[in-house]
């Protein structure tokens, strides 16, 4: 019997493009060791451009010796937030260390520089205990009596393990295959299914196979796919389960490693890279390492049938949707606005955008979108908010129309069409003034009167045009016309120009900023503090970020003007706040994320000021 070395579990934080050194975690497991008993230690840093570290150090204390190491591997993986497309790749830092005396030990921090940017993390910390006081496990490997994980306490030095298949559970049919594409180990990818359409989900498993004896996983490569967006499912093979697979006349071990859900961006035949698995354990370690790759997977992708296709359809969009819509107010004065809030939900590759109906009279203002998009079971599915401002322009009753979204549901193979009737509204006109002046008139008798006897005259009576309030009025109902109308002309322009700061990006960013310092979780601070930044960015440097891949984004700020650092500090901001939303673990306050938000959109208006 032997002592394996136990393999560490790993937590990253994503690293952001700046100068400064960037944060990352780093993991150990198990977190109690026996003196002299080999351990691993694995650190992860995500960037766009992949490549190879041109440093690697961990920091050790001078009672744990470093064993080996650094040893480098990448994968690749592909998301979408909003709309915007974001390519990484992942490079993996991994070292063996052993330590000599008993305690609490901490280990690193890891300096890692990649494409001439630092990586530093925290530190960790181990409990290393005296040789043989470690508890064993009780059920051996996987719970079963009699069975221990190769590497994972003792173990035997036997070349076949095959004895113990008996005590594993027989897999499922999709672990079956007909024939071993190599005597010792195999890894495969297959993907359901082989032939799409664009936008249309496709899972894709991984699975490894080995004949000598149970195996673990100590390197991996995940295979490339530029052409998908991924969402991961089972992203690494710490917690697989063996199962015994009947191949021929022998009996294999195998574990499902890996599992991805892929929407396609693009027709034409598309390709899922090799994946490439180093088999750890008793039976492999023997044999000096056993390293395997897939074969690439081909997918033929297209578009949904022309034919019945529905007006309005996009391309991309599929799945099964559904659509509600809540508005209020229902009475409103002519002129107001109504809030229309729009809830997508369903399973697929959801839309990022919708089309309000267009009608007379109804003016919508862009939507602020809120999202909960994740796995669910096999597929990818959730909601997604749209928050429209509508502003009504004309009065009575006015219908409101539907929102509509046309998808190819590709599991009863049709189009179908989403709706959301938003009903009728109450619109009273708005409220004028009108002055309205009496006419003065004389009868004829008031012109000549007769005279009863000689002597002076009556005193003729002074008419209107005699008055001085004519010619006042005469004089000054021009000078009152015109000092009128140019008040309301004002009166508009100020309006329309009151009107216009509202509707401004800058003004939406500020509304969006003082969203994010009410919100009450970090994801809902995340939201609020990306869409303030884009819309300032948008308002400072007339670039529209939401069109940008993130990778290109800061090459088009310092484009507009920025500077290298300001470019670089916003793009992080963005990549904190997505890591923020779609990352379980909180890597910041809110608090910090709205200062960092606030602080780098005063320093856009700076920006733009000198420019």
């Known amino acids: ?205 991984a699975y490894a196979y080995g004949r000598p004896g149970p195996f673990r996983e100590e390197d991996a490569t995940d295979p490339k796919r530029d052409d998908f967006v991924t969402y991961s499912l089972q992203e690494d093979a710490h917690n697989a389960k063996h199962h015994r697979v009947r191949i021929g006349e022998q009996g294999w071990y195998a574990a499902k490693t890996r599992e991805w859900a892929l929407f396609p961006i693009r027709g034409g035949q598309l390709t899922i890279g090799p994946y490439t698995m180093k088999f750890g354990g008793a039976s492999y370690r023997q044999r000096s390492g056993v390293t395997r790759s897939s074969p690439p997977v081909l997918i033929d992708v297209g578009e949904p049938p022309t034919k019945d296709r529905p007006a309005g359809y996009q391309i991309g969009d599929v799945g099964s949707f559904t659509l509600g819509a809540t508005v209020e107010p229902r009475t409103v004065t002519q002129g107001d606005s109504i809030s229309v809030i729009v809830t997508l939900s369903g399973r697929g590759s959801l839309p990022p955008k919708l089309r309000p109906p267009q009608q007379n009279g109804i003016v919508w203002l862009e939507p602020t979108i809120t999202e909960d998009i994740g796995p669910k079971g096999t597929n990818i599915g959730g909601w997604r908010k749209f928050n429209y401002v509508a502003r009504v322009e004309k009065s009575g009753r006015v219908d409101l129309g539907s929102f509509k979204l046309p998808f190819w549901n590709p599991t009863r193979d049709a189009y179908q069409t989403a709706t959301a009737n938003l009903g009728t509204l109450t619109v009273s006109p708005s409220k004028t003034v009108a002055a309205v002046q009496p006419k003065t008139t004389s009868g004829p008798e008031d012109i000549a009167a007769m005279r009863a006897s000689l002597g002076k005259g009556p005193r003729s009576p002074i008419g209107w045009s005699g008055r001085w309030w004519f010619w006042l009025g005469l004089v000054g109902a021009p000078a009152l016309v015109v000092a009128t109308g140019g008040a309301a002309s004002g009166s508009r322009r100020w309006r329309q120009r009151r009107r216009g700061r509202l509707d401004s990006p800058k003004t939406k960013s500020e509304a969006a900023l003082a969203d994010a310092k009410r919100a009450e979780t970090l994801a809902e601070t995340a939201n609020h503090i990306e869409r303030a930044l884009v819309l300032a960015i948008e308002a400072a440097c007339e670039v529209r970020a939401r069109g940008v891949l993130k990778a290109d984004l800061p090459a088009r700020l310092e484009k507009a003007g920025l500077s290298p650092d300001l470019a670089a500090d916003i793009s992080e901001t963005l990549e904190a706040c997505d890591e923020a939303r779609f990352v379980a673990a909180e890597t910041e306050s809110p608090s910090d994320l709205v200062e960092r938000g606030e602080r780098l959109i005063k320093s856009l208006w700076r920006s733009k000021k000198r420019a």
């Open 1 to 205: 019997m032997r002592r394996g070395v136990l393999l560490a579990g790993l937590t990253v934080v994503a690293a952001t493009s700046n100068a400064a050194a960037q944060s990352a975690k780093l993991s150990v497991r198990p977190r109690t060791v026996e003196v002299g008993e080999a351990f691993r230690v694995e650190a992860l840093v995500r960037t766009d451009s992949g490549g190879t570290p041109s440093k690697a150090a961990l920091r050790t204390p001078r009672h744990v010796s470093t064993v080996s190491g650094p040893r480098f591997s990448q994968g690749f993986e592909m998301s979408i937030r909003n709309g915007t497309i974001t390519r990484s790749t992942n490079v993996t830092s991994s070292w063996t260390a052993r330590a000599n005396k008993v305690g609490r030990i901490q280990i690193g921090p890891a300096n890692i520089v990649l494409n001439g940017t630092a990586y530093k993390s925290a530190k960790i910390t181990v409990n290393v205990v005296a040789a043989g006081s470690k508890p064993r496990r009780r059920g051996g490997f996987m719970g079963i009596p009699g069975l221990s994980w190769p590497g994972f306490g003792d173990d035997d030095d036997d070349d076949d393990d095959s004895s113990l298949l008996d005590l594993i559970p027989e897999a499922p049919q999709d672990y079956q295959v007909s024939t071993a594409p190599d005597p010792l180990a195999f890894v495969r990818v297959v993907a359901t299914p082989t032939r799409a359409v664009i936008g249309e989900r496709i899972l894709v498993r």
